[in-house]
């Protein structure tokens, strides 16, 4: 999330006027984002109580998150696997097919999801989500397409804060309509909802993502070139700022310069640690207060996880260009790295409170506003590298190779983070590891290897226009 630190990054020069956003292909863009954000975020106010329910843990609490950490691991893995070739693909057939696939794969796999009744049918609909989805690593170089200099800061705040607002809806979602026959008995009455208490969040995600469909529909048929209904929606705009003549034989192992390995190294460790942080938080809260947890229900920790969701956007919104214009991208990003270190003691301190305090008391719910304010400093590491890695292309023709090497790195990081942050919570609370605080020490210490690594980032952002 995070050399000489002295320097101020200049991302243009001040005579350079900034070039306008093109607001309906970033529009289009943001829609597609906002989907992914609440199918991806859904499932995690909910997801230790189905595993719960399933049976698989023979009713020992304390091993839910390594079982959990799996789930949430494996689509990662599948992404992993695929990544790079659908940015590849995008090359060749263009942005837009790329990312109307990995949006109906979204909708259909958060479905199979909602009607899993088994821990191995929720593996597969978790890894036919990874395998479909190649939109991450798409949609940043399609943002790096649509921006030169002057703007990027303006404009990579918006990935960062619409997926924050995903990470609202998200949760709130999957927190509030989660089991809806316990809270509307009256409305709920058919058998189905009782076999299926998680299929309504899961719905409810599915429609997010066909209304963004619908949406860009109706948008492209507006311009006259609307196809199949929805399944050349996505993007049409954006095509003319396509590198039209790509070269399909560009060297992977020719872009493997520092220059290019540096900011995908730090992105792979952020994301290692973003991962973790946004699986251990909702683990802490649903892992009962004798274990030091906190104890909380899927729609308390909905509401929290929302509220971050909402606050996160907000200041990615309003403050993110504004603090990349004064501090500049790498010092920034030292902060958020610095905030997660803080992050963990907060986290500790916590469990702490709880157990000796016999649960949430006012003391506890500061300490939780705390974590909040970190949580949003640290997430504002995200856009600043999105930025280093935008610019360490040595060509356009690139773009898309890298973003792909960038996102195959990440999804390797983000595969192994949620087991890893679970499996090391689930071991510090069954074994009493450093009184149960072995998870928050380690991910301390991996926080302190980010920050030096940060500290290899180039002083100033390369001015692409030149």
């Not at 609909?125 to 940043?140: D, E, F, P, T």
């Not at 301190?349 to 949003?376: E, H, K, P």
């Not at 999105?386 to 792909?404: E, R």
Request: charged letters at 10%.
């Amino acid at each position: 999330m995070i050399a000489s630190e002295t320097t101020p990054l200049v991302l243009a020069k001040a005579s350079k006027p900034k070039t306008p956003l093109p607001k309906l292909q970033l529009g289009i863009l943001l829609t597609i984002q906002l989907a992914e954000g609440i199918t991806s975020t859904s499932i995690f106010p909910y997801i230790n109580q189905l595993i719960s329910e399933l049976g698989i843990t023979g009713g020992d609490d304390a091993a839910v998150g390594y079982y959990a950490g799996i789930i949430e691991s494996l689509f990662f893995v599948a992404q992993a696997l695929t990544v790079l070739r659908w940015s590849r693909l995008s090359d060749r057939i263009g942005r837009r097919p790329v990312l109307v696939i990995g949006l109906s794969g979204a909708c259909i796999s958060i479905l199979c999801f909602g009607l899993s009744t088994t821990f191995w049918s929720l593996v597969i609909s978790r890894c036919m989500c990874g395998v479909l989805n190649g939109n991450v690593g798409v949609m940043k170089t399609v943002m790096g397409e649509l921006t030169d200099s002057t703007n990027m800061a303006q404009a990579f705040a918006l990935i960062p804060t619409v997926w924050s607002l995903g990470g609202f809806l998200g949760p709130l979602m999957g927190g509030t309509l989660a089991r809806p026959q316990d809270h509307w008995p009256v409305i709920f009455t058919d058998p189905f909802w009782g076999n299926y208490p998680y299929f309504l969040p899961c719905a409810g995600s599915s429609l997010s993502a066909l209304s963004g469909l619908l949406h860009d529909g109706i948008i492209l048929r507006r311009s006259r070139f609307c196809i199949l209904l929805a399944a050349s929606h996505t993007l049409l705009m954006i095509s003319r700022h396509r590198q039209q003549n790509v070269d399909q034989n560009i060297s992977l192992r020719s872009l493997l310069t520092p220059t290019v390995v540096i900011p995908i190294a730090n992105y792979a460790m952020f994301a290692f640690l973003e991962i973790s942080r946004r699986v251990l938080v909702p683990l802490f809260f649903s892992t009962p207060t004798y274990l030091g947890g906190l104890g909380f229900d899927p729609s308390s920790i909905g509401s929290w996880l929302a509220l971050f969701g909402i606050m996160d956007g907000v200041f990615q919104a309003l403050l993110f260009a504004k603090l990349v214009d004064w501090l500049g991208p790498k010092r920034l990003f030292s902060a958020s790295v610095s905030s997660y270190a803080l992050l963990m003691v907060v986290l500790s301190i916590m469990s702490w409170l709880v157990r000796a305090r016999g649960g949430v008391d006012y003391a506890v719910t500061f300490a939780l506003l705390c974590q909040l304010v970190l949580s949003i400093i640290c997430s504002m590491g995200l856009g600043t590298l999105l930025m280093f890695i935008t610019v360490s292309a040595p060509t356009k023709d690139a773009l898309g190779a890298i973003n792909g090497l960038a996102q195959t790195s990440s999804s390797i990081a983000r595969a192994v983070g949620p087991a890893f942050a679970s499996s090391l919570f689930a071991a510090s609370k069954e074994y009493n590891l450093l009184g149960g605080n072995a998870v928050f020490v380690i991910l301390f210490m991996l926080a302190g290897v980010l920050r030096w690594l940060g500290s290899q980032l180039p002083d100033e952002i390369r001015d692409r226009d030149e």
